[in-house]
């Protein structure tokens, strides 16, 4: 089969196009699955330039977000079929192999069925930032009707995912974006405020919109200064959830301490690193539940670039120069 492979650490010239032998099955409960399309993350080209998950285990295929149709089961699945179409988030991180390949091999509890109104190619872009998203607004923040929030880089992949489930779950919603494409894309989204912040300051957008108060939630997707600069946005006693390492000086955890803020951070591959079989049970449910709100239209996803195998490099230099609107894939 084909697959990109990464040899060594460094810019994305280090992935290449190889032929190598199909996956087996690793148990009697795994899935061999024909790939339609890799989803590409900015945690893909993090861990090309500096693979902490590789220490010994290269070369290495990337990419932890796919979809595809099952080619083989094992003798112990009893969830699927041949022929089902499946889309999941797994392997890549430098124990299984990933999904930059015509196939991969994954359990079956961490599968769910695709969903019938997006294509097999568009489904593998979604695993990873329909994960993300939901923890963080759900399960960190608990997000709930009538609140406000304030998410960050709207329109990338985590954000105009975010948007959606903070619409589905009856928030008033402000965003930030950097450009006029941006803004029409949050505008279809149905943001109430929207905040170009190369033109605004979003601290004083924000608080004029809440009436001086603040929001409920704020959503980080973007980290450093404007992380920072978020402690201001948000109400007494508000919460930030933040993807990112932050980095908090002494006097900002006295303003959050001051202002009563409650800090959490949300990483949706631990289940993964950590090898948490149950935890990764319930994000495979979560896939379920989002699926249903696929197919019933309140969560939609936008592909900017469907771009061939081949192209991984291309694919990577996308992710590094920034700005790109929703997500990109691979396909097969």
């Known amino acids: 089969m084909k697959a990109i492979l990464m040899t060594s650490a460094g810019s994305p010239e280090v992935l290449a196009l190889y032929d190598i032998d199909k996956p087996e099955l690793p148990s009697p409960l795994h899935l061999r699955i024909k790939l339609a399309a890799a989803g590409i993350n900015p945690l893909d080209t993090k861990l090309r330039n500096k693979p902490v998950y590789y220490p010994d285990k290269l070369p290495a295929v990337l990419g932890c977000d796919g979809a595809g149709v099952i080619e083989k089961i094992g003798s112990a699945v009893t969830r699927f ?4 179409t499946v ?27 695709s969903p019938a109104n997006v294509s097999l190619q568009d489904s593998a872009a979604l695993p990873l930032v329909l ?48 450009n006029q494409k941006k803004t029409v894309l949050a505008q279809g989204l149905d943001a109430e405020r929207i905040i170009n912040y190369k033109e605004q300051d979003f601290v004083q957008e924000t608080l004029d919109w809440t009436d001086g108060k603040g929001v409920d939630v704020v959503f980080d997707t973007v980290g450093g200064e404007t992380f920072l600069r978020s402690l201001n946005t948000a109400r007494v006693g ?35 690193v950590m090898k948490l079989h149950d935890e990764r049970i319930r994000q495979r449910k979560i896939l379920e539940q989002c699926r249903q709100l696929i197919e019933d239209g309140k969560i939609g996803v936008l592909v900017s670039y469907a771009l061939p195998l081949a192209e991984a490099q291309q694919a990577h230099h996308l992710i590094e120069q920034g700005g790109v609107m929703g997500k990109i894939i691979l396909t097969m």
Request: glycine share 10%.
């Open 81 to 84: 079929k041949v022929g089902d």
């Open 87 to 113: 889309f999941f988030n797994n392997g890549g991180l430098g124990d299984e192999p990933g999904c930059y390949a015509e196939f991969t091999t994954v359990h079956e509890e961490y599968c769910a069925a």
């Open 131 to 178: 994960i993300t998203a939901w923890e963080a607004l759900i399960e960190r923040v608990g997000l709930h009707a009538g609140q406000t929030i304030l998410i960050h880089a709207a329109a990338g992949g985590v954000g105009h995912i975010a948007v959606q489930i903070a619409h589905h779950l009856g928030a008033r919603i402000a965003v930030t974006v950097s």
């Open 238 to 272: 508000g919460k930030i959830v933040s993807l990112l390492a932050t980095p908090l000086a002494p006097a900002d955890v006295q303003l959050a301490r001051l202002r009563n803020l409650s800090l959490c951070y949300e990483l949706m591959l631990t289940p993964q």
